[in-house]
């Protein structure tokens, strides 16, 4: 299992005094087919997966409101059972149900309004730029070709960058937290001039439960700030 060093974590401490890691609380959701729909770029790592695609398929909105109903519907299912005097096990069981049937329902109504396309790799959009270590025979070009369909055939106009610590890709290569940054922004200016047209949104997903924080949960998503970048690089940072 890899796993965040203190060198790791000492470099997001930085990036996040700087303000070019900005701590999640809403984020920009454009998957959503009124928006142009997304192509969200990231690792193909299974934990951290299953956190990013659910962030850009429910926003934070959209978990809220679920927590809520989750809790009126638990709320009811428990005043009914009691009325009809049921047991234990028939509360439970009822409360299972509903619970069941409305995630159901809502996952059905999203299915209808989302049009994200995941695309995985080893590395993610580290790949995209030439210049990355980690574009071993041209392995980028797949990643390429994915983006320029989805793009063509759908209609996508957004994009989302997914880069992650630890990184099973950039360890090997000893690439630092600095180098993923770059490597994000230069994927996102190629993208750009790639494709004209396309908006493009950075993300930095960080596993911390290897190496707690003091002030962060096991795993934190940030939003990574061209402008914050810009100004450290200007200082020479």
């Known amino acids: 299992m890899i796993k965040l060093t203190k060198s790791n974590a000492k470099e997001i401490k930085a990036f996040i005094e700087a303000q070019v890691f900005k701590k999640v609380t809403r984020m920009s959701i454009k998957s959503r087919k009124k928006d142009g729909g997304e192509i969200a770029?990231?690792?193909?790592?299974?934990?951290q997966l299953v956190d990013?695609?659910?962030?850009?398929?429910?926003?934070?909105l959209d978990?809220?409101?679920?927590i809520r109903n989750t809790e009126i519907i638990i709320k009811r299912t428990i005043e009914?059972?009691?009325?009809?005097?049921?047991?234990?096990?028939v509360v439970i069981a009822k409360i299972s149900k509903?619970?069941?049937?409305?995630?159901?329902?809502?996952?059905?109504r999203l299915s209808r309004s989302v049009m994200l396309h995941i695309l995985t790799a080893n590395g993610g959009p580290l790949l995209i730029p030439e210049r990355s270590p980690l574009n071993v025979n041209n392995a980028r070009n797949f990643l390429m070709n994915q983006i320029r369909e989805a793009i063509q055939i759908k209609g996508v106009r957004n994009i989302v960058l997914y880069t992650h610590a630890p990184c099973g890709a950039a360890g090997p290569v000893c690439m630092d937290i600095k180098e993923q940054l770059?490597?994000?922004f230069d994927a996102e200016n190629e993208l750009i001039i790639r494709f004209p047209?396309?908006?493009?949104?950075?993300y930095f997903h960080v596993d911390y439960s290897s190496l707690p924080q003091p002030g962060h949960k096991s795993k934190e998503t940030y939003f990574v700030s061209r402008e914050a970048w810009e100004k450290l690089k200007k200082w020479g940072v």
Not at 41 to 47: K, S
Not at 80 to 89: I, L
């Open 63 to 66: 978990r809220e409101r679920a």
């Open 98 to 108: 509903a619970v069941t049937e409305a995630c159901i329902k809502s996952i059905k």
């Open 41 to 47: 770029i990231m690792c193909a790592d299974g934990a």
């Open 197 to 202: 047209g396309i908006t493009v949104t950075r």
């Open 52 to 60: 990013k695609i659910a962030h850009r398929i429910l926003s934070t």
């Open 182 to 184: 770059q490597l994000l």
């Open 80 to 89: 009914d059972s009691q009325k009809n005097n049921d047991d234990e096990a």
